[in-house]
Nanobody, 124 residues
Framework: QGHLVESGGGLVQAGGSLRLSCVAS????????MGWFRQAPGKEREFVGT????????YYADSVKGRFTISRDNIKNTMYLQMSSLKPEDTAVYYC?????????????????WGQGTQVTVSS
């Protein structure tokens, strides 16, 4: 059974930076693509970015492209989301997820395991 735990969220001013971490346990997450999603109050959970199992491929939502960077360390079973130039509209609970396969995806349905989420609040 897989288990994911996010950390690193908090309150930051617009224009600032944060780095989220997602520690995985319970299975060989190095064999699976992983992703970040977020959910703002009153909105549906949305795709932020994804990374293939080898880190060879990454893909981002247009809203964060050029500002967010995903990376992973398969030795540490940890994925990261470096967020820069943060905007108030980035405020949300951020979730990490592990895919059913090694192929990255933007669709929630393609992810098997989910973390509990970490709150990111960007003040204007």
């Amino acid at each position: 059974q897989g288990h994911l735990v996010e950390s690193g969220g908090g309150l930051v001013q617009a224009g600032g930076s944060l780095r989220l971490s997602c520690v995985a346990s319970g299975r060989s997450f190095s064999n699976y693509a992983m992703g970040w999603f977020r959910q703002a109050p009153g909105k549906e959970r949305e795709f932020v970015g994804t990374i293939s199992e080898s880190s060879r491929f990454t893909y981002y939502a247009d809203s964060v492209k050029g500002r967010f960077t995903i990376s992973r360390d398969n030795i540490k079973n940890t994925m990261y989301l470096q967020m820069s130039s943060l905007k108030p509209e980035d405020t949300a609970v951020y979730y990490c997820a592990s895919s059913f396969s090694n192929t990255y995806s933007t669709a929630l349905r393609d992810y098997e395991y989910w973390g509990q989420g970490t709150q990111v609040t960007v003040s204007s």
